[in-house]
Every structure is written in structure tokens, then in C-alpha cells.
């Protein structure tokens, strides 16, 4: 597979309203690292990318550990 057929793939996809929208939701988070803003960017992270019909690995080390978020999500 080439890089533009990859390219032509993912054209319909992507929107530049989108990422917007995505950068502006992160950002309205306090997202230091340790925080609960942080815990909530992540947890609005996966539910976007499972309502887009992903399945994310979330990778937990020390305090960003799945018993400390909902279930819901994990």
C-alpha cells in the first residue's frame, strides 16, 4: 500500500472542523499531569474513540490506573 492510496483512504475521514472540535474539548481540561482534568482528557479520549467504532489500549503506569476511572470506559 502506498502513501497516497493510505492518503485517499483517509480524505473522507479526517475534517479540520473535527480535530478543532477535538482541540477544544481537551482543552477544556486542566490536564497537568496527576490531576483530574487529566484523568477526565483521557477518559473523553477513549469514549471518542470508541463511539468511532475503535477499541483503544489504554496503557496504565502508577496513578493512571483503570480502577481509578469508571468502568464504564475500561
Do not use: N
Not at 34 to 59: F, H, I, M, T
Amino acid at each position: 500500500m502506498t502513501f497516497e492510496t493510505i492518503m485517499d483512504a483517509l480524505r473522507p475521514l479526517v475534517s479540520g472542523q473535527r480535530a478543532k472540535d477535538a482541540v477544544r474539548q481537551i482543552a477544556k481540561h486542566h490536564r497537568v499531569q496527576a490531576s483530574p482534568g487529566y484523568d477526565d482528557a483521557a477518559r473523553w479520549l477513549v469514549q471518542e474513540l470508541r463511539a468511532s467504532g475503535l477499541e483503544p489500549e489504554v496503557v496504565s503506569e502508577g496513578r493512571y490506573s483503570p480502577d481509578l476511572l469508571p468502568a464504564s470506559i475500561w
